[in-house]
């Protein structure tokens, strides 16, 4: 790579060894760090821009962009994903996921454990595996998008949650769910959130509802299945 094309990505590591590719589309805020990380320490990279690409982070992962998709496969420890603009992907978790993107989707694929998960607008898409023995909280929250969450059968949980409408939006948005929660629609518009809203709130328990769930949209289905 030719002198001043290199991206400006910085590695936050122990000297132990780190596989790193990177390539540069003209601009660093279209450029991509593919990373294959094989240490004792958690991964870091903290970028002015472009997206990240993490196969693995074994020991957890700490990554940040000022504007870009950050997609990580598989991680068995903590991952704190955040970009100011962009989508967020993660194949695998074995730890807690704490992902926020100020504009963009976040997918989940696979989490073991608490999940922590907010967009500015966008989708979110979660799915929760494993035993229920653990203590697995999850708070997913968009400003604007459709958010689905998929638990085990016997995934015990206290559960609320707020689907808020806008006058200028359709008002045909819904709550789908087959956990017997209680569902209530607020008949006046309610002011003080920059725009009038109307809500659909909902809130039920699950088994010993040792788990904590919280969902809340703006202009959006929420979808909860289990499997």
């Known amino acids: 790579m030719a002198a001043g094309k290199m991206l400006p990505i910085r590695?936050?590591?122990?000297?132990?060894?780190?596989i790193l590719l990177t390539s540069c589309c003209g601009s660093?805020?279209?450029?991509?760090?593919?990373?294959?990380a094989h240490t004792d320490e958690p991964l870091g990279i903290h970028k002015m821009g472009g997206d990240i690409d993490v196969k693995e982070a074994p020991q957890g992962a700490?990554?940040?962009t000022?504007?870009?998709?950050?997609?990580?496969?598989?991680v068995e420890s903590a991952a704190k994903l955040h970009t100011m603009g962009g989508n967020i992907t993660v194949d695998h978790a074995g730890g807690s996921v704490d992902a926020e993107t100020m504009g963009g989707e976040i997918r989940i694929n696979s989490a073991f454990g608490p999940i922590k998960a907010s967009t500015m607008g966008g989708d979110i898409t979660a799915r929760v595996v494993g035993t229920s023995?653990?203590?697995?909280?999850?708070?997913?929250?968009?400003k604007a998008?459709?958010?689905?969450?998929?638990?085990?059968?016997?995934f015990p949980m206290e559960i609320r949650v707020a689907?808020?409408?806008?006058?200028?939006?359709?008002?045909?948005?819904?709550?789908?769910?087959?956990?017997?929660?209680?569902?209530?629609?607020?008949?006046?518009?309610?002011?003080?959130?920059?725009?009038?809203?109307?809500f659909i709130r909902a809130e039920g328990r699950v088994g010993n509802g040792q788990n904590r769930v919280t969902i809340d949209t703006v202009n959006g289905d929420v979808i909860i299945r289990q499997e």
Do not use: C
């Not at 000022?66 to 598989?74: D, K, P």
């Open 66 to 74: 000022m504007g870009g998709s950050i997609h990580l496969g598989r």
């Open 145 to 154: 998008g459709v958010i689905s969450l998929t638990v085990p059968k016997d």
């Open 163 to 198: 689907l808020a409408y806008t006058k200028n939006s359709s008002q045909d948005f819904r709550i789908s769910e087959h956990l017997g929660l209680t569902q209530k629609i607020s008949s006046d518009w309610e002011s003080g959130f920059g725009s009038q809203r109307k």
């Open 11 to 18: 590695i936050l590591l122990s000297t132990l060894p780190l």
């Open 28 to 36: 660093h805020h279209h450029g991509l760090a593919t990373v294959s």
């Open 62 to 64: 700490n990554l940040e």
């Open 133 to 142: 023995n653990d203590r697995r909280d999850i708070q997913l929250s968009s």
